[in-house]
């Protein structure tokens, strides 16, 4: 089993920054995939951005590039999302993800979320 928990989220005004964390605990794979959704009300649930086990390569929605950055660190099996120039369309639950590659195939599991609220 995997458990992901998530902190960081809040209530922030419009231009300001908020730091995600997400420690991941069990059986996660060498070759794993860290990443960071959002689901707005309404709206179907999005990526954000993801990170591979190596930290070499991230990817980013087109909506957060040049604002938002992710990372990890592997030994504490933490990943960070550096939200900065918060918008109001920004807010939602957003959500960590683990992809973990094992027995030939890749597994989803989820955090429970965190509500990000960005206001005037």
């Known amino acids: 089993q995997v458990q992901l928990v998530e902190s960081g989220g809040g209530l922030v005004q419009i231009g300001g920054s908020l730091r995600l964390s997400c420690a991941a605990s069990?059986?996660?794979?060498?070759?794993?995939?860290m990443g960071w959704y959002r689901q707005a009300p309404g709206n179907q649930r999005e990526l954000v951005a993801t990170?591979?086990?190596?930290?070499?390569?991230?990817n980013y929605a087109d909506s957060v590039k040049g604002r938002f950055t992710i990372s990890r660190d592997n030994t504490k099996n933490t990943a960070y999302l550096q939200m900065n120039s918060l918008r109001p369309e920004d807010t939602a639950v957003y959500y960590c993800?683990?992809?973990?590659?094992?027995?030939?195939?890749?597994?989803?599991?989820w955090g429970q979320g965190t509500q990000v609220t960005v206001s005037s």
């Open positions: 993800n683990v992809r973990s590659w094992r027995g030939g195939q890749w597994t989803d599991y």
């Open positions: 069990g059986r996660i794979s060498v070759i794993n995939v």
């Open positions: 990170i591979i086990s190596s930290a070499s390569t991230t």
